[in-house]
Nanobody, 120 residues
C-alpha cells in the first residue's frame, strides 16, 4: 500500500488558520484522487475535501468557503488550508489517496490522522 503521513495539526483559537499536509510514498504509484476526511469520537468519518490529479476540488458544505485543498503532483503531496476555523471543526483529520500502483493495482490508502483542536 501507499504510505501517507499527515502533518500540521494542532491547537488554534476560533477564527484562526491551520495548514495540513499529507505526503505519499511507497514505490511506483499514481494518485488520482486525494481526499481529506475528519472524524470525532462516536461519529462516522466524513469527507471534508477532495482534489483530483488535475486540481479539481470538491468540498463539504460545512467547510466550503473556508477551507482550500490543493496538491503538488511532483511531490505527491496534498494540502488543506483551513481558515476561519470554528470549534465544530475540532476533529482528527485523515488523508486518503486513491490511485493505481505499478500501473494496474488499485490502491486506497489512509494516513494515521492529525488532530485539530479549535477553542472558542
Amino acid at each position: 500500500q501507499v504510505q501517507l503521513v499527515e502533518s500540521g495539526g494542532g491547537w488554534v483559537q476560533a477564527g484562526g488558520s491551520l495548514r495540513l499536509s499529507c505526503t505519499a510514498s511507497g514505490g511506483n504509484f499514481n494518485i488520482n484522487l486525494f481526499g481529506w476526511y475528519r472524524q470525532t469520537p462516536g461519529k462516522q468519518r466524513e469527507m471534508v475535501a477532495t482534489v483530483t490529479r488535475s486540481g479539481n476540488t470538491n468540498y463539504s458544505d460545512d467547510v466550503k468557503g473556508r477551507f482550500t485543498a490543493s496538491r503538488d503532483n511532483a511531490a505527491n503531496t496534498v494540502y488543506l488550508q483551513m481558515d476561519d476555523l470554528k470549534p465544530e471543526d475540532t476533529a482528527t483529520y485523515y488523508c486518503n489517496a486513491k490511485g493505481v500502483r505499478w500501473g494496474v493495482v488499485p490502491s486506497d490508502s489512509w494516513g494515521k490522522g492529525t488532530l485539530v483542536t479549535v477553542s472558542s
